[in-house]
């Protein structure tokens, strides 16, 4: 998960605010720069385990399938909103639990998940649609560009993440189509996309001319020893 900007003891402070009637989750938010859902989340961990809710603990947490489940119908069945069942279970954050949700409402298998870096492995990487991948760098952007929470969320890898997010800065949705097996020939290419691989040959060339001048400083360095 991505790192809390915020200490400890500065959730506590702002739950025991709004505990303490001095705010309600609006002013609260407001007052600290702070999303209203992510106020009431805190709150809702700080009335059951205290200052202890948001202790730091070294790695990512251990899910499995069942527990993923168990959390969901929870909230489908109204338990409890996801907050109370966030709090409840001390999952991590509320976006992983509505990540959760997303999943099984669209009738996806909610898989075992053990942060050891497998969603860095190559064996990770899965076909995607177009539909798929962009839900996934919005997905993806909306928390913070948590690459490996987005890949472990929607069981592809973390390089697919990363890559498709950076396709989708450079040129928007467009990059998110797989043009896998048809490269274009030039004549078929429109003015900018002409002058991009145009752009591209010439940086190579550049990149290689300075190659062959380091390689040549180098040559004269090691002559003149």
């Not at 109370?84 to 991590?92: F, G, L, M, P, Q």
């Not at 928007?172 to 040959?201: A, F, P, Q, V």
């Not at 550049?206 to 020893?225: P, R």
Request: glycine share 6%.
């Amino acid at each position: 998960m991505a790192k809390s900007p915020h200490t400890p003891e500065f959730k506590a402070k702002v739950s025991q605010e709004y505990l303490d009637g001095l705010g309600s989750f609006p002013f609260l938010a407001n007052k600290y720069s702070i999303g209203l859902q992510t106020i009431q989340s805190w709150v809702s961990k700080y009335k059951l385990y205290g200052i202890l809710a948001f202790q730091n603990k070294a790695g990512n947490k251990k899910y499995t399938s069942e527990f993923k489940t168990m959390c969901v119908e929870a909230v489908l069945s109204g338990e409890g909103s996801v907050n109370d069942i966030t709090a409840k279970y001390n999952i991590s954050s509320r976006s992983v639990l509505s990540g959760w949700i997303s999943r099984y409402n669209a009738n996806i298998e909610l898989k075992d998940y053990d942060p050891k870096g497998e969603v860095y492995m190559a064996n990770s990487r899965r076909k995607t649609t177009i539909e798929e991948r962009k839900e996934i760098v919005k997905y993806c952007i909306e928390h913070n560009r948590n690459y490996k929470e987005a890949a472990s969320l929607y069981d592809v890898s973390y390089s697919q993440v990363y890559s498709w997010v950076k396709k989708y800065d450079d040129i928007g949705e467009e990059g998110l189509i797989d043009r896998r097996g048809h490269h274009k020939k030039d004549e078929e290419l429109d003015e900018l996309e002409k002058l991009r691989r145009e752009n591209i040959r010439l940086k190579k060339k550049l990149e290689e001319k300075d190659m062959v001048v380091e390689l040549l400083k180098k040559v004269k360095e090691f002559e003149g020893m």
